[in-house]
C-alpha cells in the first residue's frame, strides 16, 4: 500500500486518547491500543497511518496536510481556527468551558462582574471574545497549567478552563458562575485531502461517520 | 543594540537558490501566460485606500498596512492584485478596446502572519479576462491556469472546478429565516459542517436544497455529479449553473486538459466576491490550493466600467516549494569559469571573461592577484566549473576537474569553453 491511498489520521494524546481509539476499532480500521501507539506515536495499518499528536498540535497536523484527517477537541479549535473542514460531531469527550470563581467570591451574574474582569485561562482566544460579545472589558492572563491556582493566590478574579465533571473546580475550592461553551470530539479533515485524494478519505471518513454513530 | 539581522517578523530573505527557483518559476507562469496573448502589467505596491475599499471585504481591508503618504491620503500596500488591474482596465486603459488579457507578477503584503510558515509577504502572478462573459472565457482562464501549472515543472496537479450560483441558487431556496441564513453562511465560510448541521436540524423545513448543502464537502467528482446535483435542485440559479458546469467542462476536454479536471459542487470560497465558474489547482500532496480564480463579474462596474471578469493567481511561494520538495529539486545553475590573475594577467583576465560572457557563460574574475595555489583554492570557493589562471597576455593556464591544467593561449581556451570542448 503507498503513501497515496493511505489515509492518515491525527490523534490526540490526552482525555480524547482511549474515545478515539475505540472510534478507530470500531470503524474497523485500526485496532491500536494505547501503550503501542504510545512507544511508536506513528503506526500504520493497512489503509491508515495513525499519528499520536498533543491535542493542540492536531490542526497544525492537519492544516499543513501532514494528516488527512484529525480528531480532537472542539475546545481547541475554538482558539485555533485554521483551514481544514470540521465535518463530523464524535460525541464523545462531553465537557464544558466554564468561567469559576473562588466560593468566597461575591462575583457571580454578569451584574456583579466588576468594570475590567481579569480571567486566567489557557483559552485567551475565547475567553476574549466572549466577554466582549457582552460589553465586559477583560484582562486575559494566558497560563499554561495550573490555572485554579491563579484565583487563590490573587492573580486573576476567576478563571476560564475546561471541565468534565466539576471536581477539580470542586477541590479547590472554586464555583462555576457562567459556561462558555460545550465541547465535543470532532473530526477534522485537511482542505485539499478531500479534493486531491477524494475516495481514499472519504471511504475512511464515512466508516468513522458511521462507527460514531452506532456508539453514540 | 545589535541590529535585527534576521529582518523583520513575518518577512523573509530568499538566499540565491530559493530566489533563483522563485524567480525561474515567476518567468515561466509569465512566458505561459504571454504564449496565451496576455499582456504583462506592473502596478505599484501602493495603492489609495479607496481604491481597495471598493473591492476588497471588510476581513480583507483590516489585514492591510496602512500608512498616510505627504498629502494626508490614506494608502495600503496591495494585498492582492486583481483591485489594481481592475483599476487600470477601468482608468488608464479605459480606451482599450474589450475584451482585455493581463498578467501580473509581484509580491502581496498582509499584516496578518499567516497560518503557514509566519509570512507577511508573499508573491503571487496572476492572469485576467476581463470583457468576455460566457463558458468559453471561463474555460479559456482554467486551462491557462492549469497550462501555468505544468510550466512551472509541477507534475501530476489536478483542478476544480465550482460554480459560485450553485451555492447562491441554493440559498435562495433553503426556507430559513434571515438570521438563520446567515449563520448558515458563517459556519460554511468556517469549514464548519458540525454547526451546520446543527443549524439546519433545528428548522422544521426540509428541502432538498438542506440535504444538500449537507453534503457539501462530498459534491465532487467527474461528469456524473453534474446529473447526480441537477436531479436535486429544484432552482433556475442553481440549474443554470450546473449547464454553464457541463459547458465548461467539454470545452476544458477540447482544450486538452479533461483528465485533471475535477468538478466540484460544494467549493467553498469568498462568495460575495465570484459571481460565476470558481476553481482551484492543487500540486500533489501540498495541504492547500496552489492556484485560485474565478469570474468576479460586479467589480470593474465598482470602478465606473462595467465589464464581465474572469481570471486567477498562482502563489508563487507554494510553487517554488513544490519544486524544492520534488523527486529531482532544481539546482542553482554553476559558475562556469572562475578567471584569477596574477601580475600583468589583470587585462588578459578581464577580456577573457567578458568573451565568455559574449557567449553566455557565467564567468567570475577574481578581484586580486594570486598566486597558483591560492588560485586554486578561490576557484574551489567560488564552486565553477573552470579555472583560467593568467599570467601573461600570450597564454593562460586552464584547469577543469579531472584533467591535467593546461596551458593554452586564451582565445583557444574561449573557444574551447563556447564549444563546450575541454
Known sequence: MTRDDQVSIAIPTGALLNGALSLLAASGLARLTAEELGRQLLLERGEVRVILVRPSDVPAYVDHGAADLGIVGKDILWETPGSHYELVDLRFGDCRLVLAVPDSSTVDGPDTWPPLMRVATKYPRTSSAWFEARGQAVEVVRLHGSVELAPQVGLVDGIVDLTATGRTLRENKLRITAVLGSSTARLIANQASLKTRSSAVQSVLSRLREASGRAG | ?422
Not at chain 2, 505596491?45 to 479607496?50: F, G, P, R
Open chain 2, 1 to 422: 543594540v545589535t541590529p535585527q539581522l534576521g529582518g523583520v517578523p513575518g518577512f523573509r530573505d530568499l538566499l540565491p537558490l530559493e530566489a533563483e527557483i522563485l524567480r525561474e518559476a515567476q518567468e515561466s507562469l509569465l512566458a505561459e501566460m504571454r504564449r496565451w496573448g496576455y499582456r504583462h502589467v506592473i502596478t505599484p505596491l501602493v495603492e489609495n485606500m479607496d481604491v481597495l475599499d471598493l473591492g476588497l471585504g471588510i476581513e480583507q481591508r483590516r489585514r492591510l498596512f496602512k500608512f498616510t503618504d505627504g498629502r494626508g491620503d490614506v494608502v495600503a500596500l496591495v494585498g492582492e492584485r486583481t483591485v489594481p488591474v481592475a483599476r487600470l482596465v477601468a482608468g488608464k486603459l479605459r480606451a482599450a478596446a474589450l475584451p482585455l488579457r493581463l498578467c501580473y507578477a509581484g509580491p502581496v503584503l498582509s499584516t496578518d502572519e499567516g497560518r503557514f510558515q509566519q509570512r507577511r509577504e508573499t508573491y503571487q502572478v496572476g492572469a485576467e479576462l476581463v470583457g468576455a462573459s460566457g463558458p468559453v472565457a471561463d474555460a479559456e482562464v482554467i486551462a491557462l491556469a492549469a497550462r501555468c501549472m505544468e510550466a512551472t515543472g509541477i507534475r501530476r496537479y489536478q483542478i476544480d472546478v465550482g460554480h459560485a450560483e450553485f451555492f447562491h441558487g441554493i440559498m435562495d431556496a433553503v426556507k430559513l429565516p434571515d438570521e438563520v441564513k446567515s449563520a448558515v453562511r458563517a459556519a460554511l465560510a468556517a469549514r464548519d459542517f458540525v454547526a451546520l448541521e446543527s443549524l439546519l436540524e433545528g428548522t422544521p423545513l426540509k428541502s432538498a436544497e438542506h440535504e444538500l448543502l449537507l453534503r457539501f464537502p462530498a459534491l465532487r467528482g467527474g461528469p456524473e455529479i453534474l446529473a447526480a446535483a441537477g436531479g436535486l435542485v429544484r432552482n433556475r440559479r442553481s440549474e443554470a449553473a450546473l449547464s454553464e458546469l457541463a459547458q465548461v467542462r467539454d470545452l476544458l476536454v477540447a482544450h486538452g486538459i479533461g483528465d485533471v479536471v475535477n468538478l466540484d459542487l460544494g467549493a467553498i470560497r469568498d462568495f460575495d466576491y465570484y459571481t460565476g465558474v470558481i476553481f482551484e489547482g492543487y500540486g500533489p500532496d501540498f495541504g492547500r490550493p496552489v492556484a485560485q480564480g474565478g469570474r468576479y463579474d460586479s467589480l470593474l462596474s465598482r470602478f465606473g466600467r462595467p465589464a464581465p471578469a474572469t481570471g486567477f493567481m498562482v502563489q508563487l511561494d507554494l510553487v517554488s516549494e513544490m519544486l524544492t520538495r520534488s523527486a529531482r529539486p532544481p539546482a542553482l545553475p554553476r559558475i562556469d569559469a572562475a578567471v584569477a590573475w596574477t601580475g600583468s594577467g589583470l587585462d588578459t583576465a578581464l577580456r577573457l571573461g567578458s568573451t565568455l560572457r559574449l557567449f553566455g557563460m557565467r564567468a567570475v574574475v577574481d578581484t586580486e592577484s594570486r598566486g597558483v595555489a591560492e588560485a586554486k583554492a578561490w576557484w574551489h570557493a567560488v564552486g565553477a566549473a573552470n579555472l583560467i589562471h593568467c599570467r601573461s597576455k600570450a597564454v593562460v593556464s586552464w584547469s577543469t576537474q579531472g584533467q591535467r591544467t593546461r596551458s593554452l593561449p586564451p582565445e583557444q581556451v574561449a573557444a574551447r569553453l563556447a564549444g563546450g570542448l575541454s
